[in-house]
């Protein structure tokens, strides 16, 4: 009866580690960066050519998910219904990662949209854009 009473503690304790080592092990992969790298969705509305009304920008969203300015920077992209992501790429300095760019937008017509840009914590700035 004791030797029953103590594998059962033992088989209790092991449970409880291989739980404890099964839950630190999905709590570790599933906080990983979600922002390495511009994935997901490609609106296909936003695919075009888009020229800022505020600011001397034009801006080119290609539905393979890269895009290009007015001075052929380059960049990768994914949009949601309402988030666009951008990352801009150095093809000269493959070791510079640029931050991940998320900002709001909305379609005000089917030829104009306005996007939010953060220009400082929780400070948002607005520029239209219209499709050339």
């Not at 594998?7 to 291989?18: A, D, E, R």
């Not at 300095?93 to 640029?98: A, C, Q, R, T, Y």
Request: aromatic share 10%; charged share 25%; net charge negative.
């Amino acid at each position: 009866m004791e030797i029953n009473l103590k594998i059962k503690i033992k088989m209790k304790k092991t449970i409880k580690t291989l739980l404890v080592l099964l839950l630190s092990v999905i709590t570790f992969s599933s906080c990983s960066k979600d922002d390495d790298s511009v994935t997901g969705s490609i609106n296909p509305e936003l695919v075009g050519t888009w020229e800022s009304t505020t600011h001397e920008t034009v801006i080119t969203f290609k539905s393979d998910g890269t895009g290009f300015d007015e001075l052929n920077d380059t960049f990768n992209w994914g949009a949601t219904s309402s988030i666009i992501t951008i990352q801009w790429v150095y093809p000269d300095s493959p070791d510079v990662i640029d931050e991940i760019e998320k900002s709001p937008y909305e379609f005000l017509d089917e030829n104009r949209i306005s996007v939010k840009f953060e220009v400082e914590e929780n400070v948002y700035e607005t520029h239209i854009y219209i499709r050339l």
